[in-house]
């Protein structure tokens, strides 16, 4: 018998969820990447809803990964250095809670990781300001439609990504370039 595979999930919030998707698609380990929303109030949100914020989700991802290729932390590390988490309920011009910046976690160990993260991260002073960042059990997770999956991969043209997924991409690869897939 073979090794069995262990496959761990991650679910992170941090503004547009096609941002957050862009980054995370490139990681080695990183398996696959939906779009879509948790931490709301009421079950199967519509979108137009959503981006009200008036029901309390925020766009997220939801990953699957291989923790022995890369780890949770790691990831952290990647969320953390590719938007901006002392932001209350904003990214750049995304504002509202549905775009608030937060760990779900899906274990005890990640939610004991997550804190140990932001706390070297306050310690170092990497960020100007504190870190607001919320650290909730992971809930429902509702996958966004399939116009919002992959977004980025297929409108690189278009000025959002061109303004704002682009820059993220670019602090990514040139921070992160041992994390990323190889070609």
Known sequence: MGEELRRETATFAGGCFWCTEAVFQRIEGVEE???GFTGGFIK??????????????????????????VSYEDLLLIFFGTHNPTTLNRQQNDVGTQYRSAVFYHSQEQKEVTERVIAMLEEKKVFEDKIVTEIKPASDF?????????????????????????PKIKKLTTSFSDKLKKK
Do not use: M, W
């Open 33 to 35: 990447v939906i779009s």
């Open 44 to 69: 199967n949100p519509p979108y137009r809803e959503i981006i009200t914020g008036r029901t309390g989700h925020a766009e997220a991802i939801q990953l699957k990964f291989d923790p022995k290729v």
């Open 142 to 166: 509702y996958k966004a439609e399939e116009e919002h999956q992959d977004f980025y991969n297929r409108h690189r043209q278009q000025p959002y990504c061109q303004y704002i997924i682009d």
